[in-house]
């Protein structure tokens, strides 16, 4: 069974520019999450999906952040426009509906210069 | 809200000497917990969780962790450090019931194993 797989594994932009990041979870999970760590801090909680629905977006810094899951499949990322502080590893997680462990992908490295 | 706490960013340990990473946690309801680690260039592995029952938990690779509510702690052990143990490693809570499922990371600890 593959596991997370996210795209990007690293991507360098300046800032202004716009950047999606792509995860595709493990097949038939239902749950998908965003997470990001900047460097130095913890990792933070981003969203959750259910499906295509957004379940919990209070961890979406502000507006500049988009993030969509059409089809409950695959989910993207997009930031719009970049700035330096948006720099860090972005995981994604998928899980069943029945069980509690997020399984993660790789990450992202985003730099914004 | 929950928070988690890791104490010491660092750890240094010998080859075949006990291992021991320390989290706190604050929750408000009983927690989920978990392990997760990190090794170089890789994605977070869950190592083991706690959600109920058993208060001392086993995971992979001979590692251990012990729910003790009195002392919100839920401690990382393994008996004998082996070299490829060095990695980051990440504890995590999660309330339990209905509701969020977002995880609550603590900072990481980074380990490292001297020959």
């Known amino acids: 069974e593959a596991g997370v797989t996210q795209f990007p594994s690293h991507s360098v932009i300046e800032k202004g520019q716009t950047v999606t990041l792509r995860c595709d979870p493990i097949s038939g999970h239902d749950n998908l999450y965003w997470y990001r760590r900047v460097m130095g801090k913890e990792i933070k909680f981003l969203l959750h999906f259910v499906k295509e629905s957004k379940q919990d977006e209070s961890g979406m810094p502000n507006n500049r952040f988009l993030a969509e899951r059409t089809g409950g499949t695959y989910s993207t990322l997009k930031v719009q426009p970049a700035e330096l502080e948006d720099s860090g590893v972005y995981f994604c997680a998928s899980s069943s509906m029945t069980v509690y462990e997020q399984y993660f992908g790789p990450g992202t490295r985003l730099t914004v210069t | 809200a929950q928070s988690v706490t890791q104490l010491g960013s660092h750890v240094s340990v010998s080859e075949g000497a006990l291992v021991l990473l320390r989290c706190n946690y604050s929750s408000s309801v009983p927690p989920y917990l978990f392990w997760y680690v990190q090794y170089p260039n890789q994605g977070l592995q869950l190592l083991l969780k706690?959600?109920?029952?058993?208060?001392l938990v086993k995971g992979i690779n001979g590692f251990e962790a012990e729910f003790k509510k009195s002392e919100t702690s839920f401690h990382l052990t393994k008996p004998s450090a082996h070299m490829s143990d060095a990695a980051e490693y990440f504890c995590?809570?999660?309330?339990?019931?209905?509701?969020?499922?977002?995880?609550?990371f603590g900072k990481g600890t980074k380990l490292s194993v001297i020959p």
């Open positions: 706690y959600t109920t029952g058993a208060t």
């Open positions: 995590a809570v999660r309330v339990s019931g209905a509701g969020s499922y977002q995880l609550t």
